[in-house]
């Protein structure tokens, strides 16, 4: 009996290839991308806005090198000033260390270190992930990746330096406190006085420490590996608290964020004559 040939594809197609990521064998055969009737999309929405606006104003402020210093007030972009371009900050924290280097604007040269701790922070990952990339977008909510690779390859696996970033942020941090008690001098430098960027500068520190001190690294390095908390008082008091510090660790991203952007731009409108500081005392 003559058997019925089998249809074969044609050499010259290409196989198609396997499903991969939410389409990948083993998983719910669901053609919809979600079966949520809530607005998912207003949160991922909301944090590409505000992620993006920090993004384009921060990268206006760094290239300006200009507007950046209000006597007694120096924006927080620009300090510690490593260059020789702040000279003119009298009692700021000017170092220059690195001389004119190539002309470039002073807050290129320290926001690094601000800016990779921010960028590997567990919750910003989180929310960029989602709000630029889409992996995933929400919760139970298709991702549009085909394959999946995790922070294994260059450059999500420079994420693992985030305990490192966090070393940097702790200096950057007190310097940045330094500033604050210099805000309480007036225009000729005499101490005393408390204006309005005063109270600017004293939110922003507080909430630069509070989300510094929330970071995860932060919590593991008072706390991790100890095998009786009994043993260490002291760092077990210092884990609690770090504990209760990270439990509003996303508040304290935005919080921080927020504050200082408005810190430095309330040194640039002060910088540009927009308005004097009003004085409190």
């Known amino acids: 009996m003559a058997t019925q040939a089998t249809e074969r594809p044609a050499p010259d197609e290409p196989p198609e ?17 979600t ?30 090198d200009t507007d950046y210093y209000a006597a007694p007030y120096v924006s927080p972009f620009y300090s510690p000033c490593l260059a020789e371009n702040c000279r003119d900050m009298k009692g700021g924290p000017n170092f220059d260390l690195l001389g004119s280097w190539w002309g470039l604007s002073p807050a290129l040269l320290i926001l690094v270190f601000p800016l990779g701790f921010r960028l590997t922070c567990y919750y910003y990952r989180k929310a960029y992930y989602r709000a630029f990339w889409s992996s995933p977008p929400a919760c139970a909510v298709a991702e549009p990746h085909a394959t999946y690779t995790g922070e294994t390859r260059f450059p999500l696996v420079l ?31 005499e101490w005393g006085h408390m204006g309005l960027g005063t109270l600017v500068f004293l939110v922003n520190i507080v909430l630069i420490w509070a989300y510094t001190l929330s970071c995860h690294s932060c919590r593991h390095l008072v706390g991790g590996r100890l095998r009786h908390f009994s043993k260490h008082p002291v760092r077990y008091r210092l884990w609690t608290w770090a504990g209760r510090l990270n439990e509003r660790h996303m508040f304290l991203a935005w919080a921080s964020l927020i504050s200082v952007a408005c810190a430095d731009l309330y040194v640039y409108l002060l910088a540009t004559g927009a308005f004097t500081d009003p004085a409190i005392f």
Do not use: C, E, K
Not at 50 to 62: C, D, K
Not at 163 to 189: E, K
């Open 17 to 33: 290839p396997p499903a991969g990521g939410v389409r990948a064998p083993g998983r719910a055969a669901i053609a919809a991308r």
């Open 35 to 64: 079966l949520r009737t809530d607005r998912w999309w207003l949160q991922p929405a909301a944090t590409f806005a505000g992620l993006l606006a920090f993004v384009v104003y921060s990268t206006w402020r760094a290239f300006a």
């Open 159 to 189: 994420q693992n330096m985030h305990r490192y970033f966090f070393y940097a942020a702790i200096p950057v941090a007190a310097i940045l406190t330094y500033d604050t008690v210099l805000a309480f001098r007036d225009t000729h430098y």
